[in-house]
């Protein structure tokens, strides 16, 4: 055993953990041990089962042990915004908080997942979005949180499909100005509109499902032609094998399908840069997600 004088001493590794219930499933401790790694952060990272209806308590008692921050996952990502003392313009967007950061502020709630899909669709596989025409399917919290990410990214048109079409037509409303002003510098505000199932136009270049369906092996119904040349089909979902809805878009005309393996990792990517001020790069998220993926091909 090593003796340390106290000049010496270790300085105690900053906490942070994912907060869920259930939570053993979660890979995060893995995807942030080896972020933290690659940028020599002192740090560790848990998993933190909550009751559910102790999120808010587990939190304080969090907070109370020296924690710097934490992810949340289902079913606590409401709460989670509620909780938060402040909120970061994408999470108020998303209305939903999968980031804490805890600091002498109080609580700040951020949300990582939608910058986690664009950077996964525009880094890991090399589609740009802008002045591309992109369709998204479902107007659940998976959507929401994504809406401000791809309006950034400057689409031609941004079109949200549901199978209640008012759900879709109150997402449109909610982000209309955050469309519209969306280039201020080019005066090229991107095209928002929304719909149900049997509105949905055709040739779009890129389609994000962002319902559950795929859980349930089901897809929701699409035009033919939806899928213009060269297409990316792109499932929030993902597993040990290809989903669902990636095996139905390759069959529809799709020339490349992607699951949400990536944006995990590009989520907590990001969440990991929110609290240390430090990205991992490229090669190491691209290292951790084919481990991922190796781990999730491994357990079949």
């Known amino acids: 055993m090593t003796n340390h004088t106290p000049s010496e001493a270790v300085e105690p590794a900053d906490r942070y953990a994912v907060i869920g219930h259930p939570v053993e499933h979660s890979q995060s401790p893995y995807i942030h041990a080896e972020f933290a790694r690659e940028t020599q952060q002192h740090l560790t990272y848990e998993r933190l089962l909550a009751p559910l209806d102790g999120f808010a308590a587990s939190v304080r008692t969090f907070i109370e042990s020296g924690a710097r921050g934490a992810n949340v996952t289902v079913p606590f990502k409401l709460e989670a915004h509620a909780l938060a003392d402040h909120l970061t313009e994408r999470a108020q967007a998303a209305g939903a908080v999968n980031t804490l950061v805890f600091d002498a502020r109080g609580i700040t709630g951020d949300n990582t997942d939608g910058v986690g899909l664009v950077r996964d669709i525009e880094g890991s596989l090399d589609v740009s979005l802008a002045g591309r025409r992109v369709l998204v399917l479902g107007a659940g919290g998976a959507s929401r949180g994504a809406l401000l990410p791809l309006i950034g990214a400057g689409p031609s048109l941004l079109f949200v499909a549901n199978r209640t079409a008012a759900r879709a037509d109150e997402l449109v409303a909610r982000f209309a100005d ?10 090229a505000g991107v095209s928002l509109a929304g719909g149900g199932w049997d509105t949905i136009p055709t040739d779009f270049d890129v389609v994000v499902n962002a319902t559950a369906g795929s859980l349930q ?84």
């Not at 393996?261 to 998220?285: I, N």
């Open 178 to 187: 955050a469309a519209r002003f969306a280039d201020a510098a080019r005066n």
């Open 217 to 300: 092996g089901d897809v929701p119904p699409l035009p033919p032609g939806v899928y213009a040349t060269g297409a990316l089909a792109y499932d929030m979902m993902y597993g040990a094998h290809p989903t669902v809805f990636m095996t139905h878009a390759t069959a529809h005309g799709a020339a490349k399908v992607a699951d949400g393996l990536g944006m995990l990792v590009e989520q907590a990517a990001e969440a990991f840069a929110v609290w240390r001020g430090v990205r991992p790069s490229a090669a190491t998220t691209q290292a951790v997600r084919a481990a991922l993926r190796a781990r999730l091909v491994a357990k079949g």
